[in-house]
């Protein structure tokens, strides 16, 4: 089965995150589609395949190698969708032989992906690309990376001849409301070295994220009829605006590219007595992340100075950090994904991830675990496809991975 095959699957699973929710997983459909993999691995023969009372999956490609005694490497993606736009009744369909013209994915709602908006589609021109009918998302962040992991176990399976060690596999709950390492068995997962495959294009190699913090801030006011409101009314609401604009306009994720960090307001809710505002912060310099968290917080001092003492308050997080710093002292994650990559005839490339993905917090919990590619593009979006030849690339690389780390010794402890 190819891997594209398996992305279409497992699109009928509606697996979103619910950061609202505080169970682990945070859907019952994550539950149901975490049994329904571990189903799947026994049949393809991977051993101990769990699922544990968080939802998290776990199994062991066994090693083939007579007294085999190496680096234990894993491959790790995550099960949940983002909330965020349509995730039900997705309709998978294969574009053949794409040609570079507009994809007409809903003819009705003149929906339609093309490579004026995103020139990156000319890439794929004689290539097959997997869409939806432009109403909902594709699901391929991250279910192509459970689709390209468990067709490399597959490979595996039909290929005994081919060496390999022992080979680790996961599958997380709740990344995409960035939970997906709180709960995970990093001793028990038993890899010395893992990667995510959580990216995008064939050949990303990610080492390097953002430093993230988020902040709820609550602002308490004074409701009174607006008749006789004057010099009694504190309007939580209006005040809830003017923190907004305290915040420097040029530092927001629509004016921003590369290493700029940003805040970003992604949720208001508000009326006269209470309003909330909830941002996420992010730089990919833990400096400059800490400069921000000041500017928010001196937004704040300001105005309990003009408004009165516990008007507003805020409640400030750090969320994960910068991954490269657990990643360099094991730099041949990245040398021999990246020469794996150019054997396969791609061309490696690795830039700051302007997110996070599990192995940020894996990497600070003694996982080392940088991020590869899938073959999907345009995730958290309605106009989200997947390169079938892409995917079967990740594939092929995360079979060459394997069998390189068959080859290295032991981690140290």
Known sequence: ???????????????????????????????????????????????????????????????????????????????????????????????????????????????????????????????????????????????????????????????????????QVAFT??????????????????????????????????????????AKITVTGKSIHPGSAKNQMVNAARIAIELDRLLPEADRPEHTENREGFFHLNEIEGAEEKAVLKYILRDHDAGKLEEKKRILQGAVDFLNVKYGAGTVTADIQDNYRNMIEEIKPHWHLIDIACEEVKALGGTPVSVPVRGGTDGCRLSFMGLPCPNLGTGGHNGHGRLEYACLQEMDQTVELLVRIAKRYAKMPEREK
């Not at 859907?27 to 101990?48: H, R, S, W």
């Not at 999956?57 to 983002?82: L, R």
């Not at 028990?188 to 913090?213: L, Q, W």
């Open 1 to 167: 089965m190819r891997a594209y095959e398996r992305l279409i699957r497992y699109t009928k699973y509606p697996t979103a995150s619910d950061e609202n929710s505080q169970s682990c997983p945070s859907t019952p459909a994550q539950l149901d589609f975490a049994k329904d993999l571990v189903e799947e691995m026994k049949g393809l023969g991977i051993a101990n395949a769990r699922v544990d009372e968080h939802g998290y999956v776990y199994g062991t490609i066994p090693a083939n190698i007579e007294g085999w005694k190496g680096a234990k490497i894993g491959f790790i993606a995550h099960m949940d969708v983002v909330d965020v736009v349509p995730y039900e009744n997705i309709k998978p369909r294969v574009v053949e032989n794409y040609q570079g013209e507009d994809i007409i994915l809903n003819e009705e709602q003149d929906i339609r992906l093309s490579p004026r908006v995103f020139p990156e589609l000319r890439r794929y021109q004689g290539r097959d690309l997997l869409v939806t009918d432009g109403t909902t998302l594709l699901g391929a962040d991250d279910k192509a990376g459970i689709a390209g992991i468990l067709t490399m176990a597959e490979y595996f399976k039909e290929h005994p001849q081919e060496p390999h060690g022992d080979i």
């Open 173 to 214: 709950p709740d990344e995409e409301i960035g939970r997906g390492a709180d709960l995970f068995d990093v001793e028990g997962f038993g890899a010395d070295y893992a990667y995510t495959v959580d990216g995008g294009a064939f050949g990303e190699v990610e080492y390097e994220t953002f430093n993230a913090a988020s």
